[in-house]
């Protein structure tokens, strides 16, 4: 009696198709991670913002502002808040990643308004023995003008 080959059925094929492209996405993630110095990222060292080399002058400037010896680029540019911290450095992460490796990111570099309501959040965060008097309603929305308003040099001197 002759063997039948069994050929593989649509699902088989189909669930193979799957498995080799999460392979690929994997691999390639993992390589990008680790290429890009990706677990730099999830620390505190204002070193590893100047991994990519359009961030050099914004960490030069950070080294010669007022605040280079109280305040990380993590302290001002991520929310306090310890869920909030991680949500903005993986929104952070993701477009910065995207801008910088495609290229599309204006020039000079500008901050982006949900990230000037967590600088702002920061500033009022660290200052709010000072500033609580000049804080309206304590939205920063309808309180006016934004600290970096007045302040721009504070945390990137010479920008």
Not at 70 to 93: E, F, M, Q, R, Y
Request: glycine letters at 10%; aromatic letters at 8%; proline letters at 6%.
């Amino acid at each position: 009696m002759p063997s039948r080959s069994r050929q593989p059925t649509r699902a088989t094929r189909r669930l193979v198709f799957a498995a080799i492209l999460l392979g690929i996405f994997v691999g390639l993630g993992t390589f990008t991670f680790g290429y890009g110095k990706g677990g730099a990222y999830l620390g505190n060292d204002p070193g590893a913002c100047a991994n990519c080399h359009v961030m050099q002058e914004a960490y030069d400037s950070w080294l010669n502002s007022s605040h280079h010896a109280v305040a990380t680029c993590n302290d001002c540019h991520l929310s306090h808040h310890p869920i909030g911290k991680w949500i903005t450095k993986a929104d952070n992460g993701f477009f910065h990643s995207l801008a910088f490796t495609t290229g599309i990111y204006p020039d000079p570099l500008r901050i982006k308004p949900r990230n000037q309501r967590v600088t702002h959040a920061a500033c009022i965060h660290c200052h709010a023995d000072l500033v609580h008097r000049t804080l309206l309603t304590g939205d920063p929305e309808q309180d006016g003008p934004r600290c970096a308003h007045c302040h721009s040099s504070v945390g990137h001197a010479a920008r």
